[in-house]
């Protein structure tokens, strides 16, 4: 006599003609399914074993789709999506020092730090992006926006050597952002890093205290680095030496730094970066939108660094929308090594899911579709007529589809957006919310 085995009890099971696990590398997929129970992957398996081997709570079907992990958003300064379109067309520093900074100082607040985060947080959502690093002020609420949004977020502490309406000093800052992480840190949908916001707003003083607390509590270092050559001459004038070399004196260059922007490198500094495991959040639209220039990210790739992608905020980027940042990527990649194959297809969705989690040293929860990570899923629709035919999913996700083709994300296996519309979110109120302060802004 022989027994059958009973299918397994699972609370969801998706189903796609086509899935990109990220890991093992360069896979794709087919007729595969996904089975998810408390939150987190159980099985990924073709179709036909999941329907003899799963019993599952619910199912979904997505068809001629693909399914990637949710995109990870390496760098954003969220709330300032009140602030996307106040300032175009301007230089970093001129859009900084004349229009972003008196800005804040006017408007940031608690209630604006809340409010921006859940605009930010719903478009990224919509972009299938389900974890964000953000880096801006009250991080207790922006952190407190996210959770409620129901996005991923690594929250940064930012620290500054000068007063805003947030803090007085880079004391102030550190004590503020190390009370909001003692009281949040058991929320399974956050992390933290320190953020001190750039070499030419921190002193030394300042990034070794930063130093010594990332040490002490196992977090990232998150921080703006050779984003324009304006910040190295200024670095050269006061200290000497390039932001680079600075930092690397002052013992910060280790695998817990993520350089944002990185756009002017010499071959030596990037050798450094590489040395010391350092990872770079790759923010294309934004350096090109302020005239920053473009980062050599192949020369980056080529050195072994762990590139990931991120928008920067609103402000500077007008979207928040990491797809057609990835397209942007691989492009300017190409064509300033002027090698076609640099960057393909998968390496960048790598960059903009596991290679992110590492940076964030989350690799072990998100970045993958793996057994036992966290169900942080997206689904792009490829039926449409302006992708097909579709030859290779993972080209389509790049360089076809778009944020209006994502139709589905989960995070931590929670439907977050159905059929390309929020799940319990009101997209009118947040319409009204924007309004209310545009026009507060704008008066």
Same mark, same amino acid.
């Given at each position: 006599?022989?027994?059958?085995?009973?299918?397994?009890?699972?609370?969801?099971?998706?189903?796609?003609?086509?899935?990109?696990?990220?890991?093992?590398?360069?896979?794709? $997929?087919?007729?595969?399914?996904?089975?998810?129970?408390?939150?987190?992957?159980?099985?990924?398996?073709? +179709?036909?074993?999941?329907?003899?081997?799963?019993?599952?709570?619910?199912?979904? !079907?997505?068809?001629?789709? @693909?399914?990637?992990?949710? $995109?990870?958003?390496? *760098?954003?300064?969220?709330?300032?999506?009140?602030? %996307?379109?106040?300032?175009?067309?301007?230089?970093?520093?001129?859009?900084?020092?004349?229009?972003?900074?008196?800005?804040?100082?006017?408007?940031?607040?608690?209630?604006?730090?809340?409010?921006?985060?859940?605009?930010?947080?719903?478009?990224?959502?919509?972009?299938?992006?389900?974890?964000? #690093?953000?880096?801006?002020?009250?991080?207790?609420? &922006?952190?407190?926006?996210?959770?409620?949004?129901?996005?991923?977020?690594?929250?940064?502490?930012?620290? @500054?050597?000068?007063?805003?309406?947030?803090?007085?000093?880079?004391?102030?800052? @550190?004590?503020?952002?190390?009370?909001?992480?003692?009281? @949040?840190?058991?929320?399974?949908?956050?992390?933290? /890093?320190?953020?001190?916001?750039?070499?030419?707003?921190?002193?030394?003083?300042?990034?070794?205290?930063?130093?010594?607390?990332?040490?002490?509590?196992?977090?990232?270092? *998150?921080? *703006?680095?050779?984003?324009?050559?304006?910040?190295? +001459?200024?670095?050269?004038? !006061?200290?000497?030496?390039?932001?680079?070399? %600075?930092?690397?004196?002052?013992?910060?260059?280790?695998?817990?730094?993520?350089?944002?922007?990185?756009?002017?490198?010499?071959?030596?500094?990037?050798?450094?970066?590489?040395?010391?495991? /350092?990872?770079?959040?790759? /923010?294309?639209?934004?350096?090109?939108?302020?005239?920053?220039?473009?980062?050599?990210?192949?020369?980056?790739?080529?050195?072994?660094?762990?590139?990931?992608?991120?928008?920067?905020?609103?402000?500077?980027?007008?979207?928040?929308?990491?797809?057609?940042?990835?397209?942007?990527?691989?492009?300017? &990649?190409?064509? #300033? #090594?002027?090698?076609? %194959?640099?960057?393909?297809?998968?390496?960048? $969705?790598?960059?903009?899911?596991?290679?992110?989690?590492?940076?964030?040293?989350?690799?072990?929860?998100?970045?993958?579709?793996?057994?036992?990570?966290?169900?942080? $899923?997206?689904?792009?629709?490829?039926? *449409?007529?302006?992708?097909?035919?579709?030859?290779?999913?993972?080209?389509?996700?790049?360089?076809?589809?778009?944020?209006?083709?994502?139709?589905?994300?989960?995070?931590?296996?929670?439907?977050?957006?159905?059929?390309?519309?929020?799940?319990?979110?009101?997209?009118?109120?947040?319409?009204?919310?924007?309004?209310?302060?545009?026009?507060?802004?704008?008066?």
């Amino acid at each position: 006599m022989t027994f059958s085995t009973p299918p397994r009890p699972v609370d969801l099971l998706i189903e796609a003609r086509w899935i990109i696990p990220v890991e093992p590398a360069g896979i794709t $997929l087919e007729n595969h399914a996904v089975a998810i129970t408390d939150g987190k992957i159980v099985a990924v398996l073709p +179709q036909s074993a999941a329907r003899e081997e799963l019993s599952p709570a619910k199912t979904v !079907q997505l068809g001629e789709q @693909l399914l990637i992990p949710g $995109l990870v958003n390496l *760098h954003t300064h969220a709330a300032m999506t009140l602030l %996307r379109g106040l300032a175009d067309d301007q230089p970093l520093m001129t859009w900084l020092q004349e229009h972003i900074w008196p800005a804040e100082s006017r408007f940031v607040s608690r209630e604006f730090v809340r409010d921006g985060t859940r605009l930010a947080a719903a478009e990224m959502l919509r972009s299938g992006t389900t974890c964000f #690093s953000d880096m801006y002020f009250f991080p207790r609420e &922006a952190a407190e926006a996210a959770v409620e949004m129901g996005i991923r977020s690594a929250q940064g502490l930012v620290v @500054l050597d000068f007063p805003n309406a947030y803090a007085s000093d880079a004391e102030d800052y @550190l004590d503020k952002g190390l009370t909001t992480r003692d009281a @949040l840190r058991d929320e399974p949908l956050l992390s933290f /890093c320190l953020a001190p916001h750039a070499p030419y707003t921190v002193s030394n003083a300042t990034f070794e205290r930063v130093l010594t607390l990332a040490e002490q509590l196992d977090i990232p270092i *998150h921080l *703006h680095l050779h984003e324009t050559e304006d910040e190295i +001459q200024g670095s050269l004038t !006061q200290y000497g030496v390039r932001p680079v070399a %600075r930092l690397q004196g002052l013992g910060l260059l280790s695998p817990s730094l993520i350089a944002v922007h990185a756009v002017h490198l010499l071959p030596d500094e990037i050798q450094i970066l590489a040395a010391h495991n /350092c990872s770079i959040a790759h /923010c294309p639209a934004s350096n090109l939108k302020l005239g920053s220039g473009i980062a050599p990210v192949a020369a980056m790739l080529q050195a072994g660094i762990n590139v990931g992608i991120g928008t920067d905020g609103a402000a500077s980027n007008n979207r928040l929308d990491l797809l057609s940042e990835l397209r942007l990527a691989c492009l300017l &990649a190409k064509g #300033s #090594s002027r090698n076609a %194959r640099v960057m393909s297809a998968h390496v960048a $969705l790598r960059m903009a899911t596991l290679n992110g989690a590492q940076a964030l040293g989350l690799q072990e929860k998100i970045g993958s579709i793996e057994t036992g990570k966290a169900a942080d $899923l997206c689904a792009i629709g490829l039926q *449409h007529p302006e992708l097909a035919p579709c030859y290779d999913p993972a080209s389509h996700a790049i360089h076809a589809a778009g944020r209006e083709h994502v139709s589905h994300v989960w995070v931590a296996g929670q439907l977050r957006v159905e059929n390309g519309s929020l799940c319990g979110i009101g997209k009118n109120d947040l319409i009204r919310l924007a309004k209310v302060w545009q026009n507060k802004i704008r008066d």
